[in-house]
């Protein structure tokens, strides 16, 4: 490889990683934001100690048992949550908000799986300008008439339009991929709010049917009475909970797409304005050649 | 002026013999030269006096004379005679053919001070060249309504070709007609059999596609559609193009067929020697195989190093230029595969906006979703651009350097023939020293006519070596000054178009702005 082929690839795989970090940090932040703006979240000890403590944290990664562990329990709650579809809510509100989440689950997914896509072709247009530019760059070399500088020049433009349609696409891809993909799996976090609540539900509807059956027979009332007591509190304290958060997460998510709806626009305009112009100053260039 | 009108059926005589004979080239350039004797007188007649040319050396100019008959159409005739200085130049005959510059009868020597001479002369030519184009020639040809005839199996497309033009030789200045494709395969194989062979370089006709005829031919919707279908678009455009580059070549221009293609109310004659099952397909295919081995066993010692640069340049460029190709054919590809995702992302961007509640953020999806829809429009258009104007551009050069290669490889067999020729030559000189010492007195003069004839066989050899080396420089320089013409300009018409589109680009995301800042 010449020396410049090697120095451009060195270019390229820098802007990469950039890019590859910005999106990383980008992501970042909005988990810690998110924490901290959630009034019960933000007291965590855990959170405290992840922002304060000054020394490294030595967080142990899962090692085999947990990890299969961690797999059991995903079978079952997912055969969890099938057996619980079918159970209809009786507050309006959570029926409302598990019909509109799953659709909105399914629909947002299947979206970010085509915006990536359509990032990825996008650096494919990008790089495949590479090529072309160093075939019209060596087809400089070889010529003898006056279209070699205009050759160059042309490679030139080219290469300069690359790094921009590169820059435009993993721009597209921060803004709006990202944005699919965090609301992807929000959605799926809210899911499971409301799979935690139902379950409190039926916990709390079959401690009602123990309790029935306890004083049917006579026995043991009190302590179904605890049981159903406890359940009723927990449903209704997780049902409110479940009600602030879904607000909540409405109100995040318009907020959150918002911006980043404004950011990916004006992005792409200031890029295509460039581009404008990079396209104007090569043919200047080349009137000239 | 009578000196501008050229007699028609001069050139069409010619052009007819030119057909009739075989590959031989020898016969070809003799029996030519023995048709235009007779009317040498007639055309030094009609020539301007002050291209005096010498009666007994009508051979070698009139044969050049009578080729370039086509080009009759300069209006000072008298710079054709300067053209064809350097032809004579190594004729032993004595030359008095008289450049218009200085009065003086050039008798340069042999072959040797050719070269110098030829070099002197390359710049006279190119300023000629340029005296050619800028006197007020036009002819600009377009191919349009693509029209679908017949059914089935035996169905095919025709074209309707419209010139407008101000060459005298044309009967109108705008007219019309209709062909059908296998139309300009025939004349394309036409002008190489008259052309190629004197180191002319004839420009390749678009090739011939089984699966794009079979879909036109299979399918059953009226003309209305198909002529958007992306396969008739691409053949036509490259029709268009391969006649406005066969117009623009100075002596193609007016050949007979050429014109007569243009011009001819009525249906052209099939052209069933251009099909490939046929017997003439046969044929060609066996002469291709020929002369690859030809190609790969004879080796010219080339004398002029011009002609060693520039086929070492056109390989080069050949090569170059694949390789650009197939990048800009996967920058194509990548591009239309971009528009396919977009558009798929648009849709799916509805749906969600269909499935989100609040309304306003609603909306805004909605309007996203229609903007990457008419992006994935603009993403499908460029990359049309992309094809059609670059792709196509350089698939056009990769086989016009191959129809040059060509025109190189004619020239090597030429020299094949004049050292054949030679080479018989000397047998037949041996073979009258036998009979001198032998005493075979009979067979002596047999012997001496047969050197004689060699002898102006050698000659001729020579001759047509150095013309065809002649034409071959002219016609280089001129493809050379024809490419960076094509280039430049196809280049700056591709760069135009990305900049529409990316100005587009920015109506469409100021456009949506708004609507994602409306958001509550």
């Known amino acids: ?289 | 002026m009578a000196e501008t009108r050229e007699p028609p059926p001069l050139s069409e005589e010619e052009n007819i013999k030119s057909e009739e004979e075989d590959d031989d080239l020898f016969a070809s350039a003799h029996v030519e030269v023995k048709a235009e004797e007779p009317k040498g007188e007639k055309v030094t007649a009609e020539i301007e006096p002050q291209n005096l040319l010498d009666e007994g050396d009508d051979i070698d100019l009139n044969f050049a004379e009578g080729a370039k008959q086509a080009n009759a159409d300069k209006v000072d005739e008298t710079s054709k005679a300067n053209l064809f200085e350097p032809e004579k130049v190594g004729d032993a005959a004595n030359i008095d053919a008289q450049p218009l510059v200085n009065d003086q009868p050039k008798a340069a020597p042999r072959s040797s001070a050719f070269a110098t001479a030829t070099k002197n002369k390359a710049q006279q030519l190119s300023d000629e060249i340029e005296e050619e184009s800028s006197e007020n020639i036009t002819i600009n040809i377009s191919v349009s309504h693509p029209q679908k005839v017949g059914d089935g199996m035996g169905a095919y497309m025709t074209y309707k070709i419209v010139t407008k033009t101000n060459i005298p030789e044309f009967k109108k200045e705008l007219f019309s007609v209709n062909r059908r494709f296998s139309d300009f395969l025939g004349l394309h194989s036409k002008l190489e059999e008259k052309h190629a062979h004197l180191g002319r370089i004839v420009p390749p006709a678009p090739e011939k596609s089984v699966i794009g005829m079979t879909k036109v031919k299979m399918s059953k919707e009226d003309d209305g559609t198909l002529a958007h279908d992306e396969f008739v678009e691409k053949r036509r455009a490259s029709l268009e193009r391969y006649l406005n580059r066969t117009a623009s070549h100075a002596v193609l221009r007016l050949d007979s067929d050429f014109r007569e293609f243009l011009q001819l109310d009525a249906d052209l004659p099939k052209a069933t020697n251009t099909s490939a099952l046929s017997g003439a397909g046969m044929k060609r295919l066996f002469n291709r195989v020929g002369i690859s081995v030809n190609k790969m066993t004879y080796k010219m010692d080339e004398s002029d190093e011009w002609f060693e640069e520039k086929q070492q340049q056109l390989e080069n460029l050949d090569d170059q230029l694949r390789k650009l190709h197939t990048s800009v054919e996967a920058l194509v590809h990548h591009r239309k595969q971009l528009s396919l995702h977009t558009a798929s992302f648009a849709k799916s961007a509805a749906m969600v906006g269909n499935a989100e509640e609040h309304t306003s953020l609603s909306r805004a999806l909605s309007q996203l979703a229609e903007v990457e829809e008419k992006v994935e429009r603009l993403h499908e258009k460029q990359a049309d651009a992309d094809f059609f104007v670059l792709a196509e551009l350089l698939k056009d050069y990769i086989n016009l350097i191959a129809a040059v290669k060509e025109v190189f490889h004619q020239r090597v067999k030429v020299f094949q023939n004049w050292e054949a020729a030679q080479q018989t030559l000397t047998k037949k000189r041996e073979t009258e020293a036998k009979m001198h010492l032998a005493g075979k007195t009979e067979k002596l003069d047999q012997a001496k006519a047969d050197i004689a004839e060699w002898e102006a066989n050698v000659q001729k050899g020579q001759h047509e070596f150095e013309e065809i080396s002649q034409t071959i420089r002219k016609e280089v320089d001129c493809f050379e000054k024809q490419r960076v013409i094509d280039f430049k300009s196809s280049i700056i018409k591709y760069l135009d178009s990305l900049i529409d589109d990316q100005q587009q680009l920015i109506q469409y995301w100021e456009a949506f702005l708004p609507e994602a800042r409306a958001i509550a």
Do not use: W
Not at chain 1, 48 to 71: A, C, M
Not at chain 1, 214 to 243: G, M
Not at chain 1, 267 to 280: D, G, N, R
């Open chain 1, 1 to 289: 490889m010449t020396k410049e082929e090697f120095s451009k690839m060195k270019q390229e795989l820098e802007a990469e990683y950039l890019a590859t970090f910005k999106k990383t940090v980008a992501m970042h932040e909005v988990f810690l934001q998110r924490i901290a703006a959630h009034p019960v979240l933000r007291s965590d000890h855990n959170f405290r100690v992840f922002l304060e403590y000054d020394q490294d944290l030595s967080v142990r990664s899962k090692n085999k048992k947990e990890k299969f562990g961690g797999f059991l329990k995903t079978i079952t709650k997912s055969a969890d949550e099938v057996m619980l579809h079918n159970q209809k809510d009786v507050d309006e509100f959570f029926e409302h908000q598990k019909v509109f989440l799953e659709e909105y689950y399914t629909r947002i997914k299947d979206s970010t799986s085509k915006a990536d896509k359509m990032t990825r072709t996008h650096k494919n247009v990008a790089d495949s300008y590479i090529k072309i530019s160093g075939g019209l760059v060596q087809l400089a070399t070889i010529e003898n008439t006056d279209l070699s500088k205009f050759l160059n020049s042309l490679g030139d433009g080219f290469e300069k339009a690359r790094k921009l349609e590169g820059r435009i696409a993993s721009d597209q891809d921060l803004k709006i991929s990202d944005t699919l993909r965090y609301y992807m799996r929000d959605s799926s976090a809210a899911k499971d709010l409301l799979y935690r609540r139902l379950r409190c539900l039926s916990n709390y509807e079959s401690a009602n049917k123990a309790l029935e059956r306890a004083r049917l027979k006579n026995k043991e009332i009190q302590q179904s009475e605890n049981a159903q007591q406890h359940a009723r509190e927990s449903f209704d304290h997780i049902s409110e909970i479940a009600k602030s958060e879904l607000a909540d997460f409405k109100t995040r998510r318009v907020q959150m797409f918002r911006k980043n709806l404004i950011d990916a626009a004006e992005l792409e305009i200031k890029h295509s304005k460039a581009h404008v112009q990079l396209l104007k100053n090569t043919i200047q260039t080349l009137k000239e050649a």
